[in-house]
């Protein structure tokens, strides 16, 4: 991913020098996001441009994903949990998923350990699987088939890629289900994407000073909401590396006004429809 933003945004555009001043930084305070984005800044500036300041905050202030402790928020999910849709969708499920998966607790938390599991396993018999279906910014590469397991007994054994596509599907109903609910969606990021809003308009009216580079390490229960906010959900639970773009882009005939793209995972998505008229100057959040 960094070395992707270093090809756009300094080699083609020239938009970053590579200045730490010119870039925000912050990720929640978890090891393995702290270290992801470590490595996308090595991957973006290559070592080059002094110290970069990473932020994160208290658990009990950040706004990157949903608080445990908001009672209301919990209370909310509980009960969505508990409708006819939600029960009849998930608990009859994919039985040869959950044996092959060694699944048994059926749960957002269960499924999306099970995903990084396969993701992480050293066994070069799932490269394939990390390459072309967990991360869908690598070309296409074979037609589908199976992948030889490690080892005999292995549950892993019988993974193919059909099954890490419905396990995405599974765990990505059960956690969108949560953000189809506006209420819901609001509790788990509003804030965030208040903060959002507040650096978009800070930029475009030239208040943010040299910043123009604000990066964000979180998780899948940021993104979700995330894009659930912008009704641009797509279904499935968000890969690891799944990544969240948004641009920013002047309107040169009329001061003071801007655009913004959105892109997730490369792809350009439709903001203007999402958030119900065109985002200018200071206009919808």
Request: proline share 5%; with cysteine.
């Amino acid at each position: 991913v960094g070395e992707y933003y270093r090809r756009v945004y300094k080699d083609r555009l020239g938009f970053l020098s590579g200045d730490p001043d010119e870039a925000y930084l912050r990720s929640t305070d978890i090891p393995r996001t702290i270290e992801s984005l470590q490595a996308l800044l090595l991957g973006l500036y290559g070592g080059e441009g002094g110290e970069y300041v990473v932020h994160t905050r208290d658990a009990k202030a950040e706004n990157m994903f949903g608080r445990s402790g908001c009672k209301m928020l919990q209370e909310l999910k509980r009960k969505l949990h508990d409708t006819e849709a939600y029960v009849r969708a998930t608990a009859h499920g994919d039985e040869e998923l959950y044996r092959a998966l060694g699944v048994s607790k059926r749960s957002v938390q269960g499924l999306n350990n099970t995903i990084e599991s396969i993701i992480l396993h050293a066994d070069t018999h799932l490269r394939h699987l990390r390459e072309n279906i967990v991360n869908p910014t690598v070309p296409p590469g074979p037609p589908s088939q199976a992948v030889p397991g490690p080892s005999r007994g292995d549950p892993l054994a019988h993974v193919d890629e059909d099954l890490v596509f419905r396990l995405r599907q599974r765990a990505g109903y059960q956690l969108g289900a949560n953000y189809r609910d506006s209420v819901v969606t609001r509790l788990s990021i509003g804030r965030f994407l208040r903060e959002v809003h507040e650096a978009i308009l800070a930029g475009s009216a030239g208040r943010g000073g040299k910043k123009k580079f604000y990066l964000y390490m979180g998780h899948d229960n940021t993104l979700a909401p995330l894009l659930g906010a912008l009704s641009c959900f797509d279904g499935l639970n968000p890969p690891i590396g799944a990544q969240v773009v948004l641009e920013v882009f002047a309107k040169t005939d009329v001061e003071g006004e801007f655009y913004v793209r959105l892109l997730y995972n490369g792809r350009p998505l439709n903001l203007a429809s999402a958030i119900g008229a065109e985002y200018k100057g200071g206009g919808a959040a």
